[in-house]
């Protein structure tokens, strides 16, 4: 049974290799645009591949329960709480998330977009010149160290467009879900995937669940609560090998023709930074603090611009106003950005373990509701993967809502701006009781290695008697 277990991690370990070989082909391919191969027929691995015996990673398994729900029937299983597939889903949507920052930090198109240039600075030096033989001042231009900073402002460029581009696509959508859900009995349903950005912003600012209920009461919006999070929809939007979400182009004709917004703002920037019309040359004056507010749209009026480009333009212009909506909702994504790269960096998603990985998680989950229950007046920490459960049953909003208080009493708010004092304090507290109720350790090493030879474990308690019920948790401990 050694050799078998041996054997069985040793296949799993020799797959996550041959998909980290992939990936960095993947990447070298695009940056040299040259040809690699690498012979993966010698490495055999347990679960789903493709015809070359490549592993498919994510496994499809791994979604499969999103295929067989309908519309009328609840994607939330045991009074509300996610699955293993939605768990799934939602890393590969932050995995698109990283990859869209990235993206937007090093695209030198968008450096032209947002005015983004190298600013040479020239001094003159004095230098021992040996055919004169003596000291002359000689023109010496310097590096500019700054434009590594400033081209990652780009970032908070994207995301002053993006929330203001989400607060407009937000009153629309809703107003479209209203009208259908009071003149049918059908259940509220989006009327399209929103775009990537606006996406984005929807997703943090539903990680503060009753600042996302006060918003929605605050602007009477009544079905962008009621309704399931898209995950069978985003998941058929991703492409797992570039990390790049695109909404099918039929579903973008509501976007563009209903709420008269541009489907993929990163492209559009790209476009219009290229173009030398009105457009391009805002947004080359963005956050220029000299620039009136109000002049620059007396200015544009003139140019024939399209509905669309005066609605663009107007959002620029609410960018300039500092609305402190505005800066909250640009502050959640900020804040999300820790637990994105921490999602980035364990790469569960492409872990040949992560079926039982995101299985244990919602285990423990459970677990943790269950102390928010029996200790009402503690701060409670969550673990990272109990944090990625407890952040995709939260991304429906009112099933989170009732579901937290069948579960535990109350409606329970995810504060995401508590200190790291507190923080500490919180997890030494959560990690006692536990251990208290559940006899078992809270901080576990979640590495690939841990998370994989769990998993085997699993798999031979199921057919053992050799193992204790439950016990399988308590052995990798975190170091």
Known sequence: MALLLHSDINALHKASKAKLIHMKIQRER?????????DFSGLQYPGETDGSGLPLI???SLFSSLHSTTADSPWLVEHG?????????????LEVFFALRNKIINSEQLDNTFGVKVVAKIVYRRKYDSTTKGYVSRRTTLRDDSIKFRRREKWSYYLSIAVERFKFWIEKADKAMFEEWRSSSKKPALPCLPPLDVLMVWHAFLLNPIDFDSYCGDHSLYAIRQIQFPWVQIHNSIDTDEWTYEVPLGANDWTTKVANMEP?????LQQTGAIP?????????????NVPIGSMWDYLRGFGLSRREEIFLDLLLNIQMKDKTSERLIGNVLRQASFVDKMHDHLWICSPAAEGTLYRAIARY??????????????????????LVWHTHQ?????????MRERTGRYIDHDDKIGKTALDSGIDETQKLFRLRFGQEYSLCLCWDCEMTLTMLEKLEKNSALFQTDSIGSIVEHG
Do not use: M, W
């Not at 993929?264 to 559009?268: A, G, I, M, Q, T």
């Open 30 to 38: 695009r940056e040299s645009e040259k040809n690699y191969e690498y």
């Open 366 to 387: 459970h677990k943790f509701l269950k102390l928010f229950q029996l200790y009402p007046g503690n701060i409670l920490v969550p673990t990272l993967d109990i944090d």
């Open 58 to 60: 994510p496994s499809p």
């Open 277 to 289: 019309k009105s457009i391009s040359r805002t947004l080359r004056k963005y956050g220029d603090s």
């Open 81 to 93: 709480i996610p699955t293993v597939a939605h768990c799934a889903t939602h890393l590969e949507l």
């Open 264 to 268: 993929d703002l990163f492209v559009y």
């Open 395 to 403: 991304c429906s909003a009112a099933f989170y809502e009732n579901s």
